[in-house]
């Protein structure tokens, strides 16, 4: 695609300025074609409108993306272009604290002017070995590539480290030098590898200055060779120096200090070997404080003086050379300061006795009068004469300044010469690695002769390095078949030309330096008149015409044409120089003798000095008739011729280079200043680098990395199952513009740009998978949390449901209930309420009811009364009334009627008169008759009803009047009762007022003794509250006393037990710390030995030095093998010091100090011991011959106790014999019937076997009661004739005094003495052995008393606290003890019944045992009968028993057959043979068996000489095939086993518990083998570090690839974009590693030992140090390896180690403490996979990253790099956080974990359960010659 389509919206760009070089800045909006202006916006937020060049129309530069950002090469970037580079080194050196970063070839390393901790012994070892591109930038693997392309080529290598002063180039050089001294180690004993180094000290000191930007500033430049032999270790060096800044000498600028050494010298001048220098302090001397500044922080001359010393000692420069350089430093010093006085213009003169220049002359050993002369005078010489002139003083003083440098250049060259000659080897050389530390490009406001050549030398290396990187390029083009286009790179050939062609400057310069007359003006005039507008790179300065300006490939350079010529002619007058070669001190002379050959061009290339001056000083005019002698070869031809052959020396080797940066002028530690960067990065040539890579294919990827990388981008159906055709036709649809990309053999080339647009594509379908995978995860998560909210809201429903239902039937019932007791209650009260109102109702009703009856009574009477009163006076009134009544309306009635009747008559008369009205009153009148009928019915009706009603009320009243009548009878009765109740009631009412009189009288009684009772109360109450209130306080006290007594008796435990633990701890700290030491000292002591062994060899054998090879051996460390031990060495005391005063003779090469000076301790030690020995055979002598005159004064007592001795010899010879018949009889009775019942468990047989086997023992204790009491009496017998002092006692019986005195020779004395040592040895065990048992049964005498002591307290105890508890509880507490008294003796009579049941279990076995030895007698003597007696009696047949013989678990052989024994049973022993088809640790077994039979014979040369020969046969054999792990392991299980038996059968208590009766009748019996045992465990540990080396030599190649680079889980993690160093791929081919690898491996190694018998634990210690080995190679390659740091792998690691932990489950060692070393490396993949955001974050890794150190944690979080861009880097401020908490942690600085660390071994003792008897020796062995015993 088109690079401008890459220009959308959200693109960053790159776009300049002033200050930050490049910012960065993204589009705001897509750019057309045709677009003049860019809409950007700033990362700071700011809108920028960038506006295109009109001319050109070129596009900001791309910015990469994030996840290629702090890459470990550059040309990994996609965007290859300055800006990406500058982003690129500032991301790795700010966050990432990285100082190294790739640029193709070149490693760049910037200045951290911090110390850090990546160059250690353990960083080293981390690279050695390693590929360039797996590890992170180094410049030890920069080194390492160095040294294995020359192993591997067979071509010298160079390694070229150039930079500004101040940028680190030294200190690379040095780390590079260090490298290969460590790794390489050297040809011989003469430690080449510490000179080489020692010599950088001495360069330092003498060469190196401190300036404005630099500390320590190399002044020179060198060119260091380091010679290796055929095996390509170290054997020499030699070192070239060019440019040596001379004028730093006599001038130094503000702030900065002449050359170390001076600084050193004055600081050290208090020294008494200082004083004749008579030196100072720096200020008094005027060539040392000019600067100002003599004193360089943190550092101390004083102790740089000391270190300097050494170096020139180890160099091999004697200290009267040493003297006299010093001499010749502090005569400069002196020079500097002798001044001049002006008598004229043109003349001057020195002080008379002027003491600087006394001083220089004493010192320098030459004429005072003659050096002040010629420092005031000049020599001209001419065609015919010579004159002597003075000079001015100014010349003088510069005369002065030239002599004191001259001097001081030539003390330089003879100390290069020396310490080439300390560095030449004799050996020859076969190839070599050069390390050239020179400046680099340099320009300053003024600029001299000194920058010209500095600048002129650049220019040759890059023109080299230009040359180089297009060579590369060109052969990966070919190599990949890709068609070859010609790069277009900066060919600096003209500039070149321009300085050392013909007619060049260079040239020009010495013609005009030949000139009489010639000056630096007519210098310039030629310059312009020659390459003025002629030559492209010359300019002229517009406003100087002393100055000239050169275009160099880094930058323009205006050079002052100022000093020029007298520079490069650098003058000194030679009469000064003959009154110096005329010295009385030897060492001026010598400077000065070879000076001629010095500045010839065949010593100038040879040895690399070029004197010459960089400071500008006023030169001296030279005479026109000066000869041409002093101008032989100029300092600029010299300089160009060995510039010359260093260029060739470069051409001929493999070049390696390393720029140095300096991030800022200040020093400031990681501080990284742009400006600067970028004008050092364009000035070294990386950016060149960069531009060759991007003008072709920059980006390269394997088919397979590819493929792995953007598998996302393919679809199922365009996989093929070749990789290269699914590469290109994926790519063909990518990326339409094939001109894009190239197909190679193995690679795809990409141009600039196609990478990061592959990477966009892929980031787009990653995100677009995402964000389909998260919208599914989220919709799955939201249904997931949805179904769970709704099953816990209707669980929450359904229990807050069921609680309300219960709630309310719990109130219901409640309400019910309620209601219930309210009904009662209510009911109650109201029925107490209704009784009490009807009692009182019914009281009321009856008072009321008579009061009412009474007074209706009254009323009733008084009514009736009325009632007849008002009868009879209203029947008068009535009657009067009616009368009245009666009159009046008769009167009326008769008034009325009258006139009715007058009115009627009237009417009556007028009716009369008509007829109709007759008719009228005829139908009114029948009407009126009607009515008055009905109304008389009705009259009628109603007096019945009143009759009736009137009869009611009759029959009412009559009935009433009865009642009435009742009444007030029952009244008059009632009145009576009330009569007599009244009586009553007044007799009672007395009686109460008697009772009330009692009463009181009682009451008053009774409160006079309820006061009394009340009163006692209280007082008794308030007696009782005192007594509790006291016994409470008691109790308090009591119980305060209590807790008091064990809160200390708790704190005294717990500080008891806190410090028992941790006193037991740091016992077992110190005791693992003593056990890894000795374990050290063991390993270093063979190492010694192994040397030795070699050193030996070569000097006997003269053997040659082997055909080289491509393996080499760390010079750490050598193989372990050795023949002789400290055990050999002891056992050998005779021949030691013969075979030690041998040696010196024979050796000539040097040997190791430290061995020569053990060797020799052990000779003295030796030859004590024989002088004691000595002694003590002399004093053996005197007491013999004391004996012998007590003997022959008791003869007839010797006689008697003899012939007693020989008479219990006969029993017990007859004794023996009797037994035998017995057996003999009893095998006998076995055989003579065949009858199966005979072998059944109840036959007779068997009864009499076991009655005779009874007797047998029995009689055998009783035999050996007798034998210990006959040797009792025999040592009675010796100590009776030799005096009592002496304890050694001969054994045997029959060495008689006599023989004593027969001994005349020493020799036949010697024998007696070992004699009577091994007997006194026996009577020591013995008395040992008897003292033990009676220890043992004191200690079981004292534990039954301590035991019984405890149950008497125990009782007492238990009866005092019984006693104080109540009745029943004693009783229930005495049942619970009797309870648990029965409970432990029913356990004891359980375990008595265990132990009855395994003895029977045991006698059982024991008969089948016996039965079946008997069924194979019967069967063999049915073998023996001949076919003879079958036939003559087959009915009855005679058996003819065999005898078997009991074997004693011993096996014997002739002393003769010793070597053949340890030939066929140890050298030429096939292990695989033996551990498959034999038992395991036989070869031990079969050693043991023949020890015991030497100590069966009492034999101890025997016994000496076989132990000794089996620990150097196995040493031999180890030695032999030391690299096979079989072998290893298989020896390490027998040395452990044969170890076990010398422990188990030692006839130690501690060692027998576990042996059977058998066993222990196989202990030996006569020697004491303690000694032997100690140096079989040291042979132990020496093999079990041997096994571990073995094991550390197969797995290191698999665990990088295995744990790292394989992805178990495929797919996690992509392949990111590398660079052209590339790293191991990731995927498993077939030549790479994988994790099941390393389990199979893993495997492999456990079946071997478990197959040889290795003892389980001490598996499990080598299962802990394989893990171990596994664990920290992963985690240092994980921290040097940045590509590894990265999420995905956390979980590739994460997954690995569980497949290791699944692993040990599967074995059963989870026990074994191999987990606990994997720690490290969980924590590291924990941290790579954990959030790494906020502060609870950091908390999180804190506690977690315990196993961690504080610099691995932030290691691993400064390399931890994204694979995609879904991950975000680690901020800094993270970081931060993370050493703030952490800061309080006290760990290792150490960064990585000790890979070689062997853990402390141990060898626990594992009895063996097999009988000695019962091995077979098999035919395969070919151990015929011995026999079983």
Same mark, same amino acid.
């Given at each position: 695609?088109?690079?401008?389509?890459?220009?959308?919206?959200?693109?960053?760009?790159?776009?300049?300025?002033?200050?930050?070089?490049?910012?960065?800045?993204?589009?705001?909006?897509?750019?057309? $074609?045709?677009?003049?202006?860019?809409?950007?916006?700033?990362?700071?937020?700011?809108?920028?409108?960038?506006?295109?060049?009109?001319?050109?129309?070129?596009?900001?530069?791309?910015?990469?993306?994030?996840?290629?950002?702090?890459?470990?090469?550059?040309?990994?970037?996609?965007?290859?272009?300055?800006?990406?580079?500058?982003?690129?080194?500032?991301?790795?050196?700010?966050?990432?604290?990285?100082?190294?970063?790739?640029?193709?070839?070149?490693?760049?390393?910037?200045?951290?002017?911090?110390?850090?901790?990546?160059?250690?012994?353990?960083?080293?070892?981390?690279?050695?070995?390693?590929?360039?591109?797996?590890?992170?930038?180094?410049?030890?693997?920069?080194?390492?590539?160095?040294?294995?392309?020359?192993?591997?080529?067979?071509?010298?290598?160079?390694?070229?480290?150039?930079?500004?002063?101040?940028?680190?180039?030294?200190?690379?050089?040095?780390?590079?030098?260090?490298?290969?001294?460590?790794?390489?180690?050297?040809?011989?004993?003469?430690?080449?590898?510490?000179?080489?180094?020692?010599?950088? $000290?001495?360069?330092?000191?003498?060469?190196?200055?401190?300036?404005?930007?630099?500390?320590?500033?190399?002044?020179?430049?060198?060119?260091?060779?380091?010679?290796?032999?055929?095996?390509?270790?170290?054997?020499?060096?030699?070192?070239?120096?060019?440019?040596?800044?001379?004028?730093?000498?006599?001038?130094?600028?503000?702030?900065?200090?002449?050359?170390?050494?001076?600084?050193?010298?004055?600081?050290?001048?208090?020294?008494?070997?200082?004083?004749?220098?008579?030196?100072?302090?720096?200020?008094?001397?005027?060539?040392?404080?000019?600067?100002?500044?003599?004193?360089?922080?943190?550092?101390?001359?004083?102790?740089?003086?000391?270190?300097?010393?050494?170096?020139?000692?180890?160099?091999?420069?004697?200290?009267?050379?040493?003297?006299?350089?010093?001499?010749?430093?502090?005569?400069?010093?002196?020079?500097?300061?002798? =001044?001049?006085?002006?008598?004229?213009?043109?003349?001057?003169?020195?002080?008379?006795?002027?003491?600087?220049?006394?001083?220089?002359?004493?010192?320098?050993?030459?004429?005072?009068?003659?050096?002040?002369?010629?420092?005031?005078?000049?020599?001209?010489?001419?065609?015919?004469?010579?004159?002597?002139?003075?000079?001015?003083?100014?010349?003088?003083?510069?005369?002065?300044?030239?002599?004191?440098?001259?001097?001081?250049?030539?003390?330089?060259?003879?100390?290069?010469?020396?310490?080439?000659?300390?560095?030449?080897?004799?050996?020859?050389?076969?190839?070599?690695?050069?390390?050239?530390?020179?400046?680099?490009?340099?320009?300053?406001?003024?600029?001299?002769?000194?920058?010209?050549?500095?600048?002129?030398?650049?220019?040759?290396?890059?023109?080299?390095?230009?040359?180089?990187?297009?060579?590369?390029?060109?052969?990966?083009?070919?190599?990949?078949?890709?068609?070859?286009?010609?790069?277009?790179?900066?060919?600096?050939?003209?500039?070149?030309?321009?300085?050392?062609?013909?007619?060049?400057?260079?040239?020009?310069?010495?013609?005009?330096?030949?000139?009489?007359?010639?000056?630096?003006?007519?210098?310039?005039?030629?310059?312009?008149?020659?390459?003025?507008?002629?030559?492209?790179?010359?300019?002229?300065?517009?406003?100087?015409?002393?100055?000239?300006?050169?275009?160099?490939?880094?930058?323009?350079?205006?050079?002052?044409?100022?000093?020029?010529?007298?520079?490069?002619?650098?003058?000194?007058?030679?009469?000064?120089?003959?009154?110096?070669?005329?010295?009385?001190?030897?060492?001026?002379?010598?400077?000065?003798?070879?000076?001629?050959?010095?500045?010839?061009?065949?010593?100038?290339?040879?040895?690399?000095?070029?004197?010459?001056?960089?400071?500008?000083?006023?030169?001296?005019?030279?005479?026109?008739?000066?000869?041409?002698?002093?101008?032989?070869?100029?300092?600029?031809?010299?300089?160009?011729?060995?510039?010359?052959?260093?260029?060739?020396?470069?051409?001929?080797?493999?070049?390696?280079?390393?720029?140095?940066?300096?991030?800022?002028?200040?020093?400031?530690?990681?501080?990284?200043?742009?400006?600067?960067?970028?004008?050092?990065?364009?000035?070294?040539?990386?950016?060149?680098?960069?531009?060759?890579?991007?003008?072709?294919?920059?980006?390269?990827?394997?088919?397979?990395?590819?493929?792995?990388?953007?598998?996302?981008?393919?679809?199922?159906?365009?996989?093929?199952?070749?990789?290269?055709?699914?590469?290109?036709?994926?790519?063909?649809?990518?990326?339409?513009?094939?001109?894009?990309?190239?197909?190679?053999?193995?690679?795809?080339?990409?141009?600039?740009?196609?990478?990061?647009?592959?990477?966009?594509?892929?980031?787009?379908?990653?995100?677009?998978?995402?964000?389909?995978?998260?919208?599914?995860?989220?919709?799955?998560?939201?249904?997931?949390?949805?179904?769970?909210?709704?099953?816990?809201?209707?669980?929450?429903?359904?229990?807050?449901?069921?609680?309300?239902?219960?709630?309310?039937?719990?109130?219901?019932?409640?309400?019910?209930?309620?209601?219930?007791?309210?009904?009662?209650?209510?009911?109650?009260?109201?029925?107490?309420?209704?009784?009490?109102?009807?009692?009182?109702?019914?009281?009321?009703?009856?008072?009321?009811?008579?009061?009412?009856?009474?007074?209706?009574?009254?009323?009733?009477?008084?009514?009736?009364?009325?009632?007849?009163?008002?009868?009879?006076?209203?029947?008068?009134?009535?009657?009067?009334?009616?009368?009245?009544?009666?009159?009046?309306?008769?009167?009326?009635?008769?008034?009325?009627?009258?006139?009715?009747?007058?009115?009627?008559?009237?009417?009556?008369?007028?009716?009369?008169?008509?007829?109709?009205?007759?008719?009228?009153?005829?139908?009114?009148?029948?009407?009126?008759?009607?009515?008055?009928?009905?109304?008389?019915?009705?009259?009628?009706?109603?007096?019945?009803?009143?009759?009736?009603?009137?009869?009611?009320?009759?029959?009412?009243?009559?009935?009433?009047?009865?009642?009435?009548?009742?009444?007030?009878?029952?009244?008059?009765?009632?009145?009576?009762?009330?009569?007599?109740?009244?009586?009553?009631?007044?007799?009672?009412?007395?009686?109460?007022?008697?009772?009330?009189?009692?009463?009181?009288?009682?009451?008053?009684?009774?409160?006079?003794?309820?006061?009394?009772?009340?009163?006692?109360?209280?007082?008794?109450?308030?007696?009782?509250?005192?007594?509790?209130?006291?016994?409470?306080?008691?109790?308090?006290?009591?119980?305060?006393?209590?807790?008091?007594?064990?809160?200390?008796?708790?704190?005294?435990?717990?500080?008891?037990?806190?410090?028992?633990?941790?006193?037991?701890?740091?016992?077992?700290?110190?005791?693992?710390?003593?056990?890894?030491?000795?374990?050290?000292?063991?390993?270093?002591?063979?190492?010694?030995?192994?040397?030795?062994?070699?050193?030996?060899?070569?000097?006997?054998?003269?053997?040659?030095?082997?055909?080289?090879?491509?393996?080499?051996?760390?010079?750490?460390?050598?193989?372990?093998?050795?023949?002789?031990?400290?055990?050999?060495?002891?056992?050998?005391?005779?021949?030691?010091?013969? *075979?030690?005063?041998?040696?010196?003779? =024979?050796?000539?090469?040097?040997?190791?100090?430290?061995?020569?000076?053990?060797?020799?301790?052990?000779?003295?030690?030796?030859?004590?011991?024989?002088?004691?020995?000595?002694?003590?055979?002399?004093?053996?002598?005197?007491?013999?011959?004391?004996?012998?005159?007590?003997?022959?004064?008791?003869?007839?007592?010797?006689?008697?106790?003899?012939?007693?001795?020989?008479?219990? *010899?006969?029993?017990?010879?007859?004794?023996?014999?009797?037994?035998?018949?017995?057996?003999?009889?009893?095998?006998?009775?076995?055989?003579?019937?065949?009858?199966?019942?005979?072998?059944?468990?109840?036959?007779?047989?068997?009864?009499?076997?076991?009655?005779?086997?009874?007797?047998?023992?029995?009689?055998?204790?009783?035999?050996?009661?007798?034998?210990?009491?006959?040797?009792?009496?025999?040592?009675?017998?010796?100590?009776?004739?030799?005096?009592?002092?002496?304890?050694?006692?001969?054994?045997?019986?029959?060495?008689?005094?006599?023989?004593?005195?027969?001994?005349?020779?020493?020799?036949?004395?010697?024998?007696?003495?070992?004699?009577?040592? =091994?007997?006194?040895?026996?009577?020591?065990?013995?008395?040992?052995?008897?003292?033990?048992?009676?220890?043992?049964?004191?200690?079981?005498?004292?534990?039954?008393?301590?035991?019984?002591?405890?149950?008497?307290?125990?009782?007492?105890?238990?009866?005092?606290?019984?006693?104080?508890?109540?009745?029943?509880?004693?009783?229930?507490?005495?049942?619970?003890?009797?309870?648990?008294?029965?409970?432990?003796?029913?356990?004891?009579?359980?375990?008595?019944?265990?132990?009855?049941?395994?003895?029977?279990?045991?006698?059982?076995?024991?008969?089948?045992?016996?039965?079946?030895?008997?069924?194979?007698?019967?069967?063999?003597?049915?073998?023996?009968?001949?076919?003879?007696?079958?036939?003559?009696?087959?009915?009855?047949?005679?058996?003819?028993?065999?005898?078997?013989?009991?074997?004693?678990?011993?096996?014997?052989?002739?002393?003769?057959?010793?070597?053949?024994?340890?030939?066929?049973?140890?050298?030429?022993?096939?292990?695989?043979?033996?551990?498959?088809?034999?038992?395991?640790?036989?070869?031990?077994?079969?050693?043991?068996?023949?020890?015991?039979?030497?100590?069966?014979?009492?034999?101890?040369?025997?016994?000496?000489?076989?132990?000794?020969?089996?620990?150097?046969?196995?040493?031999?054999?180890?030695?032999?095939?030391?690299?096979?792990?079989?072998?290893?392991?298989?020896?390490?299980?027998?040395?452990?086993?044969?170890?076990?038996?010398?422990?188990?059968?030692?006839?130690?208590?501690?060692?027998?518990?576990?042996?059977?009766? *058998?066993?222990?009748?196989?202990?030996?019996?006569?020697?004491?083998?303690?000694?032997?045992?100690?140096?079989?465990?040291?042979?132990?540990?020496?093999?079990?570090?041997?096994?571990?080396?073995?094991?550390?030599?197969?797995?290191?190649?698999?665990?990088?690839?295995?744990?790292?680079?394989?992805?178990?889980?495929?797919?996690?993690?992509?392949?990111?974009?590398?660079?052209?160093?590339?790293?191991?791929?990731?995927?498993?081919?077939?030549?790479?590693?994988?994790?099941?690898?390393?389990? *199979?491996?893993?495997?492999?190694?456990?079946?071997?030992?478990?197959?040889?018998?290795?003892?389980?634990?001490?598996?499990?210690?080598?299962?802990?140090?394989?893990?171990?080995?596994?664990?920290?190679?992963?985690?240092?390659?994980?921290?040097?390896?940045?590509?590894?740091?990265?999420?995905?792998?956390?979980?590739?690691?994460?997954?690995?180690?569980?497949?290791?932990?699944?692993?040990?489950?599967?074995?059963?060692?989870?026990?074994?403490?191999?987990?606990?070393?994997?720690?490290?490396?969980?924590?590291?993949?924990?941290?790579?996979?954990?959030?790494?955001?906020?502060?609870?974050?950091?908390?999180?890794?804190?506690?977690?990253?315990?196993?961690?150190?504080?610099?691995?944690?932030?290691?691993?979080?400064?390399?931890?790099?994204?694979?995609?861009?879904?991950?975000?880097?680690?901020?800094?401020?993270?970081?931060?956080?993370?050493?703030?908490?952490?800061?309080?942690?006290?760990?290792?600085?150490?960064?990585?974990?000790?890979?070689?660390?062997?853990?402390?071994?141990?060898?626990?003792?594992?009895?063996?359960?097999?009988?000695?008897?019962?091995?077979?020796?098999?035919?395969?062995?070919?151990?015929?010659?011995?026999?079983?015993?």
């Amino acid at each position: 695609m088109a690079a401008s389509e890459l220009y959308t919206k959200y693109a960053r760009v790159w776009i300049p300025d002033p200050e930050e070089v490049w910012k960065s800045a993204e589009l705001l909006k897509d750019y057309k $074609p045709g677009d003049k202006v860019l809409q950007l916006r700033l990362e700071e937020g700011k809108d920028l409108e960038y506006c295109l060049d009109p001319k050109t129309k070129e596009l900001p530069p791309l910015r990469n993306p994030d996840i290629l950002v702090g890459e470990n090469d550059l040309t990994a970037l996609s965007y290859l272009h300055e800006p990406a580079v500058l982003h690129n080194l500032r991301v790795r050196f700010i966050d990432s604290k990285l100082i190294y970063t790739y640029c193709g070839i070149v490693l760049v390393a910037i200045n951290p002017y911090e110390q850090l901790p990546i160059y250690g012994e353990d960083i080293i070892n981390a690279y050695s070995g390693q590929n360039m591109g797996d590890m992170d930038p180094h410049i030890f693997a920069v080194a390492e590539e160095a040294y294995k392309q020359m192993a591997r080529d067979e071509r010298n290598q160079s390694i070229i480290v150039s930079g500004e002063s101040g940028a680190g180039k030294t200190v690379s050089a040095k780390y590079a030098m260090r490298y290969f001294a460590t790794v390489s180690g050297s040809a011989s004993e003469a430690n080449v590898e510490e000179k080489v180094l020692a010599s950088n $000290p001495i360069m330092e000191s003498i060469g190196n200055a401190k300036t404005t930007r630099n500390d320590n500033s190399s002044r020179f430049g060198k060119y260091i060779e380091i010679g290796f032999d055929k095996r390509y270790r170290i054997i020499g060096a030699n070192m070239r120096t060019y440019l040596l800044e001379k004028s730093r000498v006599v001038f130094q600028a503000e702030e900065e200090r002449n050359y170390h050494i001076f600084y050193q010298l004055c600081a050290s001048a208090a020294l008494p070997e200082f004083k004749t220098l008579r030196l100072g302090n720096a200020n008094y001397f005027h060539y040392t404080k000019q600067g100002g500044s003599p004193v360089i922080d943190g550092i101390d001359d004083a102790k740089e003086m000391v270190n300097t010393r050494q170096a020139c000692t180890l160099l091999g420069i004697s200290d009267s050379y040493q003297m006299g350089i010093f001499r010749i430093l502090a005569g400069i010093l002196h020079l500097g300061n002798v =001044e001049f006085a002006a008598r004229d213009s043109d003349s001057c003169t020195i002080p008379p006795k002027h003491d600087p220049l006394t001083i220089f002359c004493d010192l320098m050993g030459v004429e005072y009068e003659e050096m002040a002369h010629w420092l005031c005078h000049r020599k001209l010489a001419t065609a015919t004469e010579t004159y002597i002139k003075p000079v001015s003083k100014l010349h003088a003083i510069n005369a002065r300044d030239a002599l004191a440098k001259h001097i001081y250049a030539n003390l330089f060259n003879w100390i290069v010469d020396h310490v080439n000659k300390a560095l030449h080897s004799t050996v020859k050389q076969h190839s070599f690695i050069g390390v050239l530390d020179i400046y680099g490009f340099e320009t300053f406001e003024i600029n001299s002769f000194e920058q010209f050549c500095i600048n002129y030398a650049n220019e040759k290396l890059q023109q080299q390095f230009n040359m180089h990187v297009f060579k590369l390029e060109q052969e990966e083009y070919m190599k990949e078949q890709i068609p070859w286009t010609l790069i277009d790179f900066y060919d600096n050939q003209p500039c070149i030309n321009l300085i050392e062609a013909k007619m060049g400057v260079l040239d020009l310069l010495d013609e005009e330096c030949k000139m009489p007359k010639g000056s630096d003006d007519t210098w310039a005039q030629k310059l312009y008149n020659t390459h003025l507008n002629k030559c492209a790179l010359f300019e002229k300065p517009r406003l100087s015409n002393k100055a000239f300006i050169i275009k160099h490939f880094a930058d323009k350079v205006e050079y002052q044409c100022e000093g020029f010529l007298e520079k490069n002619k650098d003058t000194v007058y030679e009469e000064q120089i003959k009154v110096l070669k005329s010295s009385k001190f030897k060492l001026l002379p010598e400077l000065f003798q070879d000076e001629e050959k010095v500045i010839s061009p065949t010593s100038a290339t040879s040895s690399g000095r070029v004197p010459l001056s960089r400071t500008p000083v006023k030169p001296a005019k030279a005479r026109p008739g000066q000869t041409s002698k002093e101008h032989k070869k100029t300092v600029g031809h010299q300089f160009r011729n060995s510039l010359h052959l260093l260029m060739e020396t470069l051409n001929a080797t493999t070049p390696h280079y390393v720029r140095c940066i300096k991030p800022n002028d200040f020093k400031f530690p990681f501080t990284f200043d742009e400006k600067r960067a970028v004008q050092q990065l364009r000035a070294c040539g990386v950016l060149e680098t960069i531009r060759i890579s991007a003008a072709g294919f920059p980006s390269r990827w394997t088919y397979q990395e590819f493929f792995s990388r953007y598998r996302v981008l393919m679809k199922q159906k365009d996989v093929l199952s070749d990789r290269k055709q699914t590469c290109k036709n994926v790519l063909e649809k990518l990326i339409l513009d094939k001109d894009k990309y190239q197909f190679g053999k193995t690679k795809i080339f990409f141009r600039a740009g196609q990478v990061a647009y592959l990477e966009k594509i892929r980031a787009d379908k990653l995100r677009a998978a995402c964000i389909r995978i998260q919208k599914t995860i989220r919709g799955w998560l939201m249904r997931k949390k949805y179904m769970r909210m709704r099953k816990a809201a209707i669980t929450i429903q359904r229990y807050v449901r069921g609680y309300q239902a219960r709630c309310y039937a719990k109130f219901l019932r409640r309400t019910r209930a309620a209601i219930i007791i309210q009904k009662f209650q209510r009911m109650y009260v109201v029925r107490k309420r209704y009784q009490c109102m009807r009692d009182a109702t019914i009281a009321l009703q009856a008072l009321l009811r008579g009061y009412l009856v009474r007074n209706k009574y009254q009323m009733m009477l008084r009514e009736h009364k009325s009632i007849i009163i008002q009868k009879h006076v209203r029947g008068w009134l009535a009657r009067v009334h009616y009368h009245r009544t009666l009159k009046a309306i008769v009167y009326l009635q008769c008034c009325y009627r009258r006139m009715m009747a007058k009115r009627e008559l009237k009417k009556l008369k007028i009716e009369a008169r008509s007829v109709e009205r007759y008719k009228k009153l005829h139908i009114g009148l029948e009407n009126k008759i009607m009515q008055l009928q009905r109304k008389i019915d009705e009259q009628n009706k109603e007096y019945k009803s009143l009759l009736e009603k009137m009869n009611n009320l009759e029959i009412t009243y009559s009935t009433e009047t009865e009642k009435l009548r009742s009444d007030v009878e029952r009244l008059r009765m009632s009145e009576e009762e009330a009569k007599n109740a009244t009586n009553r009631v007044l007799s009672l009412q007395e009686e109460i007022a008697k009772l009330r009189k009692e009463l009181q009288q009682t009451q008053t009684e009774k409160k006079t003794i309820e006061e009394w009772a009340d009163k006692y109360k209280h007082e008794t109450e308030q007696l009782v509250s005192e007594l509790k209130e006291q016994n409470t306080l008691l109790k308090t006290e009591k119980e305060e006393l209590n807790r008091r007594i064990h809160d200390q008796a708790k704190e005294i435990t717990e500080t008891m037990e806190k410090k028992l633990v941790e006193e037991t701890k740091q016992l077992e700290l110190d005791l693992n710390d003593e056990r890894l030491r000795y374990q050290n000292l063991l390993n270093e002591f063979s190492r010694l030995e192994e040397r030795y062994d070699d050193l030996k060899d070569e000097m006997n054998l003269m053997v040659s030095i082997p055909k080289p090879g491509h393996k080499r051996t760390d010079s750490t460390h050598s193989s372990n093998e050795s023949e002789y031990t400290f055990s050999s060495e002891i056992t050998e005391a005779e021949d030691l010091p013969l *075979r030690m005063e041998q040696e010196p003779s =024979e050796k000539k090469a040097p040997l190791d100090m430290s061995l020569f000076l053990k060797l020799q301790k052990r000779v003295t030690e030796l030859e004590q011991e024989k002088q004691s020995l000595q002694d003590e055979l002399d004093r053996k002598e005197e007491q013999a011959l004391r004996a012998k005159a007590k003997e022959e004064e008791r003869p007839p007592i010797r006689g008697a106790e003899l012939e007693y001795e020989s008479l219990k *010899r006969q029993e017990l010879e007859s004794e023996n014999k009797k037994l035998k018949n017995e057996l003999n009889e009893l095998q006998k009775a076995l055989t003579e019937t065949r009858s199966p019942e005979v072998t059944a468990p109840g036959a007779p047989a068997y009864r009499v076997l076991l009655d005779q086997l009874t007797s047998v023992s029995e009689e055998l204790e009783v035999r050996k009661e007798e034998v210990l009491i006959l040797r009792s009496q025999l040592v009675s017998q010796k100590e009776a004739i030799q005096p009592k002092e002496d304890k050694n006692t001969m054994t045997d019986s029959t060495i008689l005094l006599e023989d004593v005195q027969k001994m005349k020779d020493k020799g036949e004395i010697a024998q007696a003495y070992i004699g009577l040592k =091994e007997t006194n040895r026996l009577l020591e065990s013995q008395l040992q052995s008897q003292k033990k048992s009676h220890e043992n049964e004191l200690e079981s005498l004292r534990g039954e008393i301590q035991s019984l002591k405890e149950e008497n307290n125990r009782q007492q105890q238990l009866l005092a606290q019984n006693l104080q508890l109540p009745p029943e509880a004693r009783i229930e507490a005495s049942l619970q003890h009797e309870i648990t008294r029965l409970t432990n003796e029913n356990l004891d009579l359980m375990e008595q019944l265990e132990k009855q049941d395994k003895t029977v279990r045991k006698l059982k076995k024991q008969l089948k045992v016996f039965a079946k030895k008997i069924g194979e007698l019967e069967v063999g003597q049915m073998e023996n009968i001949s076919p003879g007696q079958i036939i003559d009696e087959p009915i009855r047949p005679v058996n003819i028993p065999r005898k078997e013989k009991d074997f004693q678990g011993m096996l014997e052989y002739k002393k003769e057959d010793e070597q053949k024994l340890v030939k066929n049973l140890i050298l030429e022993l096939k292990p695989r043979g033996v551990a498959v088809n034999l038992i395991p640790g036989l070869p031990a077994y079969i050693l043991f068996m023949c020890v015991r039979h030497a100590d069966y014979l009492n034999d101890d040369q025997k016994v000496r000489s076989l132990l000794t020969s089996t620990i150097n046969g196995i040493k031999k054999v180890l030695k032999k095939r030391g690299d096979d792990f079989e072998t290893v392991s298989f020896w390490l299980s027998n040395t452990c086993r044969f170890l076990h038996c010398l422990k188990q059968y030692s006839g130690e208590e501690g060692f027998m518990k576990h042996n059977t009766p *058998r066993q222990n009748e196989h202990c030996l019996t006569n020697f004491d083998l303690a000694e032997y045992r100690q140096v079989l465990s040291d042979l132990a540990i020496q093999i079990y570090q041997q096994l571990v080396r073995v094991l550390e030599n197969i797995l290191q190649p698999m665990i990088v690839s295995g744990m790292l680079e394989h992805e178990t889980i495929q797919g996690v993690s992509g392949v990111k974009p590398t660079g052209l160093r590339k790293r191991t791929s990731s995927i498993a081919d077939e030549g790479t590693y994988t994790l099941d690898s390393i389990i *199979r491996q893993l495997n492999s190694f456990h079946s071997v030992m478990c197959q040889h018998g290795m003892d389980p634990e001490l598996i499990k210690q080598v299962v802990k140090q394989m893990f171990y080995i596994i664990g920290a190679v992963t985690l240092n390659n994980l921290l040097l390896r940045k590509d590894m740091c990265s999420w995905s792998k956390g979980m590739q690691i994460r997954y690995n180690v569980s497949q290791l932990e699944e692993w040990l489950r599967d074995k059963n060692l989870m026990n074994s403490g191999a987990k606990e070393t994997l720690e490290p490396l969980i924590q590291a993949a924990q941290l790579l996979q954990v959030k790494k955001k906020t502060d609870e974050d950091a908390e999180a890794i804190c506690s977690m990253c315990n196993a961690l150190t504080t610099a691995q944690i932030v290691k691993v979080l400064n390399l931890y790099t994204p694979v995609n861009e879904f991950e975000e880097r680690v901020l800094v401020s993270f970081i931060r956080t993370i050493q703030l908490r952490l800061r309080d942690r006290k760990d290792s600085p150490q960064l990585l974990m000790d890979a070689k660390h062997i853990f402390p071994v141990t060898f626990p003792f594992n009895p063996s359960s097999l009988a000695l008897e019962t091995i077979q020796i098999p035919a395969s062995l070919g151990l015929g010659f011995i026999s079983r015993v």
